[in-house]
Structures are given as C-alpha cells and as structure tokens.
T-cell receptor
Framework: AQSVTQPDIHITVSEGASLELRCNYSYGATPYLFWYVQSPGQGLQLLLKYFSGDTLVQGIKGFEAEFKRSQSSFNLRKPSVHWSDAAEYFCAVGATNAGNNRKLIWGLGTSLAVNP | NAGVMQNPRHLVRRRGQEARLRCSPMKGHSHVYWYRQLPEEGLKFMVYLQKENIIDESGMPKERFSAEFPKEGPSILRIQQVVRGDSAAYFC?????????????FGQGTRLTVV
C-alpha cells in the first residue's frame, strides 16, 4: 500500500542549530515528492518539490531536501534554524502517472519547536 | 492578489445539521481541491473540481458529502446530517492548472466541530 511515514512526531532544536526532518515513502511508481509547512493558524505552504533530475532540491526559506531512491527517503534539511521556523511540516507523495496528480498521500507531520 | 480564502474559519454544528464550507480560489485559478485532516491523521484528498465539473471525487465519502464549483462564486463543500466523526479541519487548495509544475496554494482551512 502507498504510504508516507514521518517517524518524528515532534522535534525540538535550538535556534541556529541544524535540522533534519525525516520522510520515508512507499510507492510503486516514480513519485513526485513534496514538503509543506503549516504555521499556526495558517494554510499549508509549499517549501519544495522533487519531480526528476537533481536529487538535491533547494526550496524557500533556506530549506533543501534530498531524494534517495535506494532508501525511499526525502529528508528535509536546514543548516541553521530560525525561531520563525517553528511550525508543522508535512511530507507528501503524488503519482507521476495519475490523472489527478493532486491526489497526494500525506505524512502525519512533524511538529518543530525552536528554543531560543 | 489575495490567497485562497476559506470561510468560515471555525464552524460548530449540532449532530444532524448541515455544514457548508466555502472556498474562494486565487484569482485566475480554475482548479480546486478539497482535503480533510482528521484528528491524529494526515490530510486525505477528497475531491478535485474544475469550474462546473467534478473531475475526481474518489476521496469523498459516498453519503452526505457533496461538492460543487459553480461558474460564478466559490467552491462549496457540503456535509449533510453531520455526525461527530465529521469533526476535522477541511482544507481547500487551488491552482491555475493541473500539472504538477503548477503550484497549488492552500487556504487556512475550516475547522468543523460537531457537538
């Protein structure tokens, strides 16, 4: 069955520290991969996406993610976290060959807290 | 250019009542998607609409739920005879096209509470 796993429900880091949020997926076809962020009271905002090509993807707000097919992973990273990065982060996977390619499969999210 | 607007932000309904959730897409966007986020669960796709057409409703519960996106006005997600299990956050997204290289923008969601 298709699934997305975000192993860490909650992560706390200190401001200025590096960050890695894990995402593993199970998908039979070649996937589209996404990371979204949801700040309190806000809608979901796209951080970055992977379709094909370079497996290291750069996104907004200084985030990047690396697609590793052999590990079925798409981990999100940031070298230095800012207090404003505190939010909920969602990984999602979509089919490349589906008629409706917004029919994403979502992880449960990782809640990030940032200590000053 | 305003973003995707959802209203109301919070909606409380008694069991058996109807809930109507509205989504106004971004200007120029003709594709709308609805998702539901149940407590302790991830977002789940519900329905994909283009103007006046339902393209994919495979994620919609078979009964009590319906969606429309008329030629004029917002997209409406309608839940009839609500039950406690309908309590969730409902998110709408819009995009100018279907292709994955066109970003879908999300609204802030409507949080439905059934009492």
């Amino acid at each position: 069955a298709q699934s997305v796993t975000q192993p860490d429900i909650h992560i706390t880091v200190s401001e200025g520290a590096s960050l890695e949020l894990r995402c593993n997926y199970s998908y039979g076809a070649t996937p589209y991969l996404f990371w979204y962020v949801q700040s309190p009271g806000q809608g979901l905002q796209l951080l970055l996406k992977y379709f094909s090509g370079d497996t290291l993807v750069q996104g907004i707000k200084g985030f990047e993610a690396e697609f590793k097919r052999s590990q079925s992973s798409f981990n999100l990273r940031k070298p230095s976290v800012h207090w404003s990065d505190a939010a909920e982060y969602f990984c999602a996977v979509g089919a490349t060959n589906a008629g409706n390619n917004r029919k994403l499969i979502w992880g449960l999210g990782t809640s990030l807290a940032v200590n000053p | 250019n305003a973003g995707v607007m959802q209203n109301p932000r919070h909606l409380v309904r008694r069991r058996g009542q109807e809930a109507r959730l509205r989504c106004s897409p971004m200007k120029g966007h003709s594709h709308v998607y609805w998702y539901r986020q149940l407590p302790e669960e991830g977002l789940k796709f519900m329905v994909y609409l283009q103007k006046e057409n339902i393209i994919d409703e495979s994620g919609m519960p078979k009964e009590r739920f319906s969606a429309e996106f008329p030629k004029e006005g917002p997209s409406i997600l309608r839940i009839q005879q609500v039950v406690r299990g309908d309590s969730a956050a409902y998110f709408c997204a819009s995009s100018p096209g279907q292709g994955m290289n066109t970003e879908a923008f999300f609204g802030q969601g409507t949080r439905l509470t059934v009492v």
